[in-house]
């Protein structure tokens, strides 16, 4: 099992910036690729971001490109995400979500949700016009 605790949530202006921190612990984090999700009211949660175990490789949405950064630090277990040139249509409950273990060096990350196998709960970020 692994456990994802997310923070940094809050309400900032549009052009902001917010970042957000995901916590895991329990298994290897360097095993896992993470991602980060957000799902509106009234819409499907989707892809904003994911990086590799090593964290040698990201992606991103095409609508936060450029304004967000996913990275991560193996040695203290933690997943962030940087926004910045915050929209209001960003504001959405944050989701990161752990998928694995993956022990083969040629492993990828996923963009669906349902590659992923842990989920935290949410933090709420909303940007005001």
């Known amino acids: 099992q692994v456990q994802l605790v997310e923070s940094g949530g809050g309400l900032v202006q549009a052009g902001g910036s917010l970042s957000l921190s995901c916590a895991a612990s329990?298994?290897?984090?360097?095993?896992?690729?993470m991602g980060w999700f957000r799902q509106a009211p009234g819409k499907e949660r989707e892809f904003v971001a994911a990086v590799s175990k090593s964290g040698g490789s990201t992606g991103y949405a095409d609508s936060v490109k450029g304004r967000f950064t996913i990275s991560r630090d193996n040695a203290k277990n933690t997943v962030y995400l940087q926004m910045n040139s915050l929209k209001p249509e960003d504001t959405a409950v944050y989701y990161c979500a752990a998928d694995g273990p993956k022990f083969s060096s040629g492993s990828v990350y996923a963009r669906t949700a349902n590659a992923y196998d842990y989920w935290g709960q949410g933090t709420q970020v909303t940007v005001s016009s």
């Open positions: 329990g298994r290897t984090f360097s095993n896992y690729h």
